[in-house]
């Protein structure tokens, strides 16, 4: 292609010939083979466009999905953790006027239900291998969505500390997938008793 006729074209007029370079490929190819040809001719050659330009096509906007939809497996898992332990109801409930020892029994319910739904929906494994407690050494280069530093963090690694929680990474998801169907919004439908 002619230096002169490019140095020419404003800026939006090369985004426009990028565009139609990356998006059609027939019209590229000759592009190609006309920059080819016009080297082989040893002579300074005008490329001319061997289809008339096509319009460029309108940008494709996709409709946003509703929050519902977004964040449904989170919401379809809040709603098995309710249906199999009470949790929502048990969080939504005022239980500072309940004496200690309900609460601890409403506890054990809502435990024994969620630890079942995470045991069938998730393998989990520790972030690091060492027990609570444990002294450990935290290395140059450690990864921090993995190991959070407390207390006096100052300098730079390695560090050295006590191992106060071990973490959690999930191995295995066994979660289904989240039915178009269904509203995920519904956490737990109202319970009607017929007479």
């Known amino acids: 292609m002619d230096r ?5 074209m404003s800026l939006g007029a090369r985004w426009k010939l990028a565009w139609r370079v990356l998006m059609d490929g027939t019209y590229a190819r000759h592009l190609v083979t006309a920059e080819a040809t016009a080297k082989t001719q040893k002579a300074p050659a005008q490329v001319v466009a061997p289809t008339p330009p096509t319009p460029l096509p309108q940008a494709i906007s996709t409709p946003a999905l509703p929050p519902e939809r ?12 309710q249906r199999e332990g009470r949790l929502v109801d048990f969080l939504q409930q005022e239980v500072t006027g309940f004496s200690d020892e309900d609460v601890a ?11 079942r739904v995470l045991h069938q929906g998730v393998e989990l494994e520790p972030a690091v291998r060492e027990s609570e407690g444990a002294s450990m050494s935290v290395p140059t ?17 390695p560090f050295r500390g006590t191992l106060r929680h071990p973490g959690w990474v999930v191995r295995a ?21 017929l007479p």
Not at 70 to 81: E, G
Not at 174 to 184: I, K, M, Q, T
């Open 70 to 81: 977004v964040h449904a497996s989170a919401l379809t898992l809040l709603a098995a953790l």
């Open 173 to 193: 998801i066994r979660f289904p997938a989240v039915s178009e169907a269904l509203d995920p919004r519904v956490l737990a439908a109202a319970e009607v008793e």
């Open 4 to 8: 002169t006729s490019t140095e020419d």
């Open 141 to 157: 280069g450690f990864d921090a969505q993995r190991i959070r530093l407390t207390g006096n963090v100052a300098g730079q690694p």
């Open 105 to 115: 029994a409403a506890a054990r319910v809502v435990h024994a239900g969620c630890r």
